[in-house]
């Protein structure tokens, strides 16, 4: 099975600051990768698929990029709303896994 | 506008049998790719299978031989019968609408199995 890891695992950031989350593949899974906001008691909400493609409706201050075996989510301004935890995923290879986690509060 | 509304969760004991639906609106099952995601009580997020258009299916390792994915056209409904129940599988089952090359885009609400004696 393909391990996804992510880090950090949680930050605390303020309201306009720059965000950035590391997802990493244990093998290549090519551009296969979607990003996921759950916040709690919510199902989870899809930002981002094929690693850099924004989902329709979702703000502009999310992108994604990466191939490979690294990839990145970027939230260029954090907003209030922005609170939440993000989960990566590989759609590569079965089983499709999902990488840990990363929690965002706030500061 | 999408919808995906599942039912069926509950209290079920170990070795028990569940069956859960997922009622679409605003779009074919038959025409999407259709997958099930858990997760358990605390914990984050496990694929569990997929069925795809063309009719394709796929399981998680830990769900295989006990699980089957299926889907009924005419009431444009996906269902996820669960047999040979465990306590591990107690979790928040969410279903999923996705397409070629967005696979995970829609999410329902989820429903609740909680396997316990």
């Known amino acids: 099975d393909i391990q996804m890891t992510q880090s950090p695992s949680s930050l605390s950031a303020s309201v306009g600051d720059r965000v950035t989350i590391t997802c990493r593949a244990s093998q290549g899974i090519s551009n296969y990768l979607a990003w996921f906001q759950q916040k709690p008691g919510k199902a989870p909400k899809s930002l981002i698929y094929a690693a850099s493609s924004l989902q329709s409706g979702v703000p502009s201050r999310f992108s994604g990029s990466g191939s490979g075996t690294d990839f990145t989510l970027t939230i260029s301004s954090l907003q209030p709303e922005d609170f939440a935890t993000y989960y990566c995923?590989?759609?590569?290879?079965?089983?499709?896994?999902f990488g840990p986690g990363t929690k965002v509060d706030i500061k | 506008e999408v919808q995906l509304v599942e039912s069926g969760g509950g209290l079920i004991q170990p070795g028990g049998s569940l069956r859960l639906s997922c009622a679409a609106s605003?779009?074919?099952?038959?025409?999407?790719?259709m997958s099930w995601v858990r997760q358990a009580p605390g914990r984050g997020l496990e694929w569990v299978s997929i069925?795809?258009?063309?009719?394709?299916?796929y399981y998680a390792d830990s769900v295989k031989g006990r699980f089957t994915i299926s889907r009924d056209n005419s009431k444009n409904t996906l269902y996820f019968q669960m047999n040979s129940l465990r306590a591990e599988d107690t979790a928040l089952y969410y279903c999923v609408r996705g397409n070629w090359n967005n696979y995970f885009q829609y999410w329902g609400q989820g429903t609740l199995v909680t396997v316990s004696s």
């Open positions: 069925l795809y258009s063309g009719g394709g299916t």
């Open positions: 995923q590989q759609y590569n290879n079965y089983p499709f896994t």
């Open positions: 605003g779009f074919s099952v038959s025409s999407n790719y």
